[in-house]
């Protein structure tokens, strides 16, 4: 028997909050031990387990700040979920080796999650708009 709807919203809205609070330790602990983090374009591309995904959230949550996700849509199948959102915060240190200076940026992101079947995230694939993050950063 799969997750349902709930239980996946359940989950991704944990993980989304311990990422609004700079909770490394909560992000990482809705993750399964083995999990793949895959952040499209990150240097080195996917991590493996837990420690493997803490690297990008402590350099992340020093590069953003008072971060506000809202959903825009989400997609469901058997144990994972698309979640299509748009991120608003500010940008006080050099988010994707971008020059933040603390100014604001909102962006989208698309996320494809796949479940284990006791409700960690086994997957995570994040597709960030850089063009709109070089749009709003990018210039002196």
């Known amino acids: 028997m799969g997750l349902s709807r709930e239980q996946m919203?359940?989950?991704i809205d944990e993980h989304f909050g311990f990422e609004a609070a700079d909770n490394v330790e909560g992000v990482l602990g809705t993750l399964a031990p083995d999990a793949v983090h895959d952040i499209v374009g990150?240097?080195?591309g996917p991590s493996h387990g837990r420690?493997?995904?803490r690297a990008f959230y402590e350099r992340t949550f020093g590069d953003l700040s008072e971060s506000r996700v809202t959903?825009?849509?989400r997609l469901y199948g058997d144990n994972f979920l698309v979640d299509e959102s748009i991120w608003e915060g500010r940008a006080p240190g050099r988010p994707f080796?971008?020059?933040g200076r603390n100014r604001p940026v909102?962006?989208?992101?698309?996320?494809v999650v796949e479940f284990t079947e006791d409700g960690?995230?086994?997957?995570?694939?994040v597709w960030i708009d850089m063009a709109a993050i070089l749009q709003q950063l990018g210039g002196s």
């Open 9 to 11: 919203d359940r989950k």
């Open 42 to 44: 990150w240097p080195g």
């Open 51 to 53: 420690e493997g995904a």
């Open 71 to 73: 959903v825009v849509k």
């Open 97 to 99: 080796g971008i020059e």
């Open 106 to 111: 909102k962006f989208r992101l698309l996320h």
């Open 120 to 125: 960690l995230i086994a997957r995570e694939n």
